[in-house]
């Protein structure tokens, strides 16, 4: 088993930055493609960002392209999600996933292993 733990998440206002760690236990060497996504209040949740095991390559939705930056450190065991010029509708609580297949991949059903996400509220 992998346990996945998030910390980083708190109020920030609009245009701020705000920098989510996510830590690997466990069976971290089943581990490749890792990911964020999001979940708004009254929202299905989303995906965000996806980064290989390398690091080497990394996917974003639209909506965070350009302001969001994912990036991971293997010798630490964890995930970061860089968040610069954030705004209200960014507000949601974000969760970490991994996944034990190497693909880059957005669909929830595809990640193995979840966090219990941490709290990002963006105030206007």
């Known amino acids: 088993q992998v346990q996945l733990v998030e910390s980083g998440g708190r109020l920030v206002q609009a245009g701020g930055s705000l920098r989510l760690s996510c830590a690997a236990s466990g069976r971290t060497f089943s581990i490749n493609a890792v990911a964020w996504f999001r979940q708004a209040p009254g929202k299905e949740r989303e995906f965000a960002a996806a980064?290989?095991?390398?690091?080497?390559?990394?996917y974003y939705a639209d909506s965070v392209k350009g302001r969001f930056t994912i990036s991971r450190d293997n010798a630490k065991n964890t995930l970061y999600l860089q968040m610069n010029s954030l705004k209200p509708e960014d507000t949601a609580v974000y969760y970490c996933?991994?996944?034990?297949?190497?693909?880059?991949?957005?669909?929830?059903?595809?990640?193995?292993?979840w966090g219990q996400g941490t709290q990002v509220t963006v105030s206007s």
């Open positions: 980064i290989s095991t390398s690091g080497g390559r990394t």
């Open positions: 996933a991994a996944r034990v297949g190497a693909e880059l991949r957005t669909e929830e059903d595809d990640y193995d292993y």
